[in-house]
């Protein structure tokens, strides 16, 4: 599953990952040098052997630990395979401090690649020269200015009393976050002037590493926000054209997720804490979450027929059929898991009232069966999709949340979702973190299965913000089954066979979901 929020990726298995071969050009005082290096997503990776070897720079490289050590008189840059940390070694008195990069270095042909857009100031620091990155894949190495000899210190009558001019103001993309401790746990909003396309982040060791791509960062403001709930504290720094934030956690985190705020440019970044317990109550969470309720929820029903196909097949009725069609396969082929529906026939069901019935019941697992629709018909877009609750990503993902969130219009009182919006939204998202793991599991397991058994194409695990599944505190998933508005969708869809085969595919993957969580319920 992609999510958006994002992320930092660690050059595992780097040539699987479409790092395209290409060369570094190194221009010193005594001449140019090509280096060997590989391109991945915009960064230059280069060979430190290979920067060595040319310049004269001492170096021992440790094959069985996969460590590399270029030794310069003051200071020694210790670098190893598959890490993001780099160990800055003091030559007087080996003390030692840590830098981490925002992306790791990886190992090719027995020698260890690293970023250069975010070593070249490590390297030149130690090198005492002065690295320049003329373009994406040319560095010129010019000689330092020598440090001008300290003139003697005047009187301190011969002094001029004067006031320095106070330091021009710099401009930075991002001016400063905001930390906020929530229930289900910790919520920062960084405030950008730009918007920000790009993002990566990762947490390993404690640490979340987010990193900003061509965006500017006041180090100062963000160094000085006070932190909050699994925060421990957060360090900024600006690399290259890149912003670099570090958060050190407390021990109480497990997933987070980096989002576009909505209305402005500023990036919400959540942190959920964990949720298991102590040994003592393993036993009984795990008996109280047995894998024994599956709760269906035909879309639409009654007054509300939903979209309607080119062929006059109305959505209700398709989402009705195979989710019976479904329940039936459970009910025969499952000993004891119950099968709840929120409807059972041609009625309306309003959107909080299907999350109550989950719960009431102990659900855990909710599936909402949909048709999906384009406002002009016949249209050529085509396939299934699966859904997860987060906030919708594309533009896209957003309409089809809105038409199907649009039911509300048929309800009593359509005011209680007001609220349902913007930030206050990312926090009700928050609130699912405990099961998004075992939602995100069964989504993917049921695009495989889409993918293998149906006629339909695959159009991928996309998120967006329904309504109907912010009631169900279980994982949870919304279908959309297939493209009303396209003839050969349609035609699929409104037929036995295909509303058969759709239910026998959900089918299958929840078997499998149920065999993988048991044995996560096992292993505690």
Same mark, same amino acid.
């Given at each position: 599953?992609?999510?958006?929020?994002?992320?930092?990726?660690?050059?595992?298995?780097?040539?699987?990952?479409?790092?395209?071969?290409?060369?570094?050009?190194?221009?010193?005082?005594?001449?140019?040098?090509?280096?060997?290096?590989?391109?991945?997503?915009?960064?230059?990776?280069?060979?430190?052997?290979?920067?060595?070897?040319?310049?004269?720079?001492?170096?021992?490289?440790?094959?069985?630990?996969?460590?590399?050590?270029?030794?310069?008189?003051?200071?020694?840059?210790?670098?190893?395979?598959?890490?993001?940390?780099?160990?800055?070694?003091?030559?007087? $008195?080996?003390? +030692?401090?840590?830098?981490?990069?925002?992306?790791?270095?990886?190992?090719?042909?027995?020698?260890?690649?690293?970023?250069?857009v975010y070593t070249a100031s490590v390297i030149e620091g130690a090198y005492r020269r002065t690295f320049v990155i003329e373009s994406g894949d040319r560095l010129r190495i010019k000689e330092s200015p020598?440090?001008?000899?300290?003139?003697?210190?005047?009187?301190?009558?011969?002094?001029?009393?004067?006031?320095?001019?106070?330091?021009?103001?710099?401009?930075?993309?991002?001016? &400063?976050?905001?930390?906020?401790?929530?229930?289900?746990?910790?919520?920062?909003?960084?405030?950008?002037?730009?918007?920000?396309?790009?993002?990566? +982040?990762?947490?390993?060791?404690?640490?979340?590493?987010?990193? #900003?791509?061509?965006? +500017?960062?006041?180090?100062?403001?963000?160094?000085?926000?006070?932190?909050?709930?699994?925060?421990?504290?957060?360090?900024?720094?600006?690399?290259?054209?890149?912003?670099?934030?570090?958060?050190?956690?407390?021990?109480?985190?497990?997933?987070?997720?980096?989002?576009?705020?909505?209305?402005?440019?500023?990036?919400?970044?959540?942190?959920?804490?964990?949720?298991?317990?102590?040994?003592?109550?393993?036993?009984?969470?795990?008996?109280?979450?047995?894998?024994?309720?599956?709760?269906?929820?035909?879309?639409?029903?009654?007054?509300?027929?939903?979209?309607?196909?080119?062929?006059?097949?109305?959505?209700? $009725?398709?989402?009705?059929?195979?989710?019976?069609?479904?329940?039936?396969?459970?009910?025969?082929?499952?000993?004891?898991?119950?099968?709840?529906?929120?409807?059972?026939?041609?009625?309306?069901?309003?959107?909080?009232?299907?999350?109550?019935?989950?719960?009431?019941?102990?659900?855990?697992? #909710?599936?909402?069966?949909?048709?999906?629709?384009?406002?002009?018909?016949?249209?050529?877009?085509?396939?299934?999709?699966?859904?997860?609750?987060?906030? &919708?990503?594309?533009?896209?993902?957003?309409?089809?949340?809105?038409?199907?969130?649009?039911?509300?219009?048929?309800?009593?009182d359509p005011q209680r979702y007001q609220q349902l919006t913007d930030e206050n939204f990312i926090l009700v998202s928050m609130a699912h973190s405990a099961y998004m793991k075992y939602s995100e599991r #069964?989504?993917?397991?049921?695009?495989?299965?889409?993918?293998?058994?149906?006629?339909?194409?695959?159009?991928?695990?996309?998120?967006? &913000?329904?309504?109907?599944?912010?009631?169900?505190?279980?994982?949870?998933?919304?279908?959309?089954?297939?493209?009303?508005?396209?003839?050969?969708?349609?035609?699929?869809?409104?037929?036995?066979?295909?509303?058969?085969?759709?239910?026998?595919?959900? #089918?299958?993957?929840?078997?499998?979901?149920?065999?993988?969580?048991?044995?996560?319920?096992?292993?505690?």
């Amino acid at each position: 599953m992609v999510i958006r929020y994002i992320i930092i990726i660690l050059f595992l298995l780097p040539l699987s990952l479409n790092a395209q071969r290409t060369q570094l050009t190194v221009i010193t005082d005594k001449g140019v040098n090509y280096l060997p290096a590989y391109e991945r997503q915009g960064i230059i990776y280069f060979s430190i052997k290979h920067l060595a070897e040319p310049l004269d720079i001492p170096y021992y490289f440790d094959n069985k630990s996969g460590k590399i050590e270029i030794r310069f008189p003051y200071q020694h840059i210790r670098f190893t395979n598959r890490n993001p940390v780099i160990v800055i070694i003091n030559a007087a $008195d080996r003390q +030692s401090k840590i830098h981490q990069l925002p992306t790791s270095t990886y190992l090719i042909d027995n020698e260890i690649y690293v970023p250069l857009v975010y070593t070249a100031s490590v390297i030149e620091g130690a090198y005492r020269r002065t690295f320049v990155i003329e373009s994406g894949d040319r560095l010129r190495i010019k000689e330092s200015p020598p440090i001008a000899e300290m003139k003697e210190e005047p009187k301190k009558d011969e002094k001029e009393i004067r006031e320095p001019p106070p330091p021009p103001k710099r401009y930075y993309d991002i001016t &400063g976050i905001t930390i906020e401790e929530k229930a289900n746990g910790t919520l920062v909003r960084v405030h950008s002037k730009k918007n920000i396309a790009t993002y990566n +982040s990762s947490i390993k060791d404690g640490k979340l590493s987010i990193v #900003f791509r061509n965006v +500017s960062v006041d180090t100062a403001a963000i160094e000085s926000a006070k932190a909050r709930g699994i925060i421990k504290n957060v360090l900024a720094s600006n690399a290259g054209r890149d912003a670099l934030f570090n958060f050190t956690l407390t021990g109480e985190h497990t997933t987070s997720e980096v989002l576009n705020a909505d209305g402005s440019n500023d990036i919400l970044i959540t942190i959920h804490n964990k949720i298991f317990v102590r040994d003592e109550t393993r036993d009984r969470i795990k008996s109280k979450w047995s894998f024994d309720v599956v709760v269906l929820d035909a879309g639409h029903g009654g007054k509300d027929p939903g979209a309607i196909g080119v062929n006059g097949v109305k959505e209700k $009725d398709v989402n009705l059929a195979i989710t019976l069609k479904l329940g039936s396969l459970i009910e025969k082929n499952m000993p004891g898991v119950k099968v709840v529906y929120t409807r059972k026939t041609n009625t309306f069901v309003e959107l909080y009232k299907r999350g109550k019935i989950a719960n009431d019941n102990n659900g855990k697992l #909710f599936i909402s069966i949909h048709c999906n629709s384009m406002p002009k018909k016949p249209s050529d877009a085509n396939g299934f999709e699966v859904y997860l609750l987060r906030p &919708g990503r594309t533009q896209e993902a957003i309409a089809i949340a809105e038409r199907e969130n649009s039911v509300i219009q048929f309800e009593d009182d359509p005011q209680r979702y007001q609220q349902l919006t913007d930030e206050n939204f990312i926090l009700v998202s928050m609130a699912h973190s405990a099961y998004m793991k075992y939602s995100e599991r #069964f989504a993917d397991l049921l695009n495989r299965q889409f993918s293998n058994d149906l006629e339909l194409s695959s159009r991928g695990v996309k998120q967006a &913000g329904f309504y109907v599944l912010v009631g169900a505190s279980m994982p949870s998933v919304l279908i959309e089954t297939g493209f009303l508005s396209n003839t050969r969708d349609a035609k699929y869809l409104a037929s036995k066979q295909g509303q058969e085969k759709i239910a026998a595919s959900i #089918f299958e993957a929840i078997k499998k979901y149920k065999e993988h969580y048991e044995r996560e319920m096992d292993a505690g």
